[in-house]
């Protein structure tokens, strides 16, 4: 029975240290806090009253946060990262967010060359 226990306790410790990523030199307690702030800002930006960021999505290393994904506008990726930046505990926020390119023009033809193609324009 006891060896049983032995197992199950160093699956547990051995699990934990996997979680860690090679080369990763964040102590466990730098680690946790960086979790805690990632769900803290994705929380805040899909909390927003105005935009929602459903398409933004956080990572933090060492108190500073990084914004990805994609917005309609400036203002709302200036928004996304005010609302990161006030979240307690973080240091700083890297706003790598990217604007929607607007939608393209339906292609409509204009003809056929030899019945294999078309030739289209905007």
Avoid at 36 to 45: D, K, M, P
Avoid at 112 to 121: A, D, E, K, M, P
Wanted: aromatic share 4%.
């Amino acid at each position: 029975m006891q060896s049983i226990g032995v197992v199950a306790m160093l699956l547990a410790v051995s699990g934990c240290e996997s979680e860690q990523h090679s080369g990763d030199q964040r102590s466990e307690g730098r680690t946790i806090d960086d979790k805690a702030l990632t769900e803290n800002v994705q929380n805040n930006l899909k909390n927003e009253p105005v935009y929602k960021f459903d398409n933004v999505e956080a990572k933090t290393f060492g108190g500073i946060v990084q914004l990805s994904g994609f917005v309609d506008t400036e203002a709302q990726k200036d928004r996304a990262g005010e609302v990161a930046q006030h979240v307690p505990g973080v240091r700083e926020v890297e706003n790598g967010i990217a604007l929607k390119p607007p939608p393209m023009a339906p292609m409509v033809p204009t003809g056929s060359t030899n019945g294999n193609s078309r030739i289209y324009s905007d």
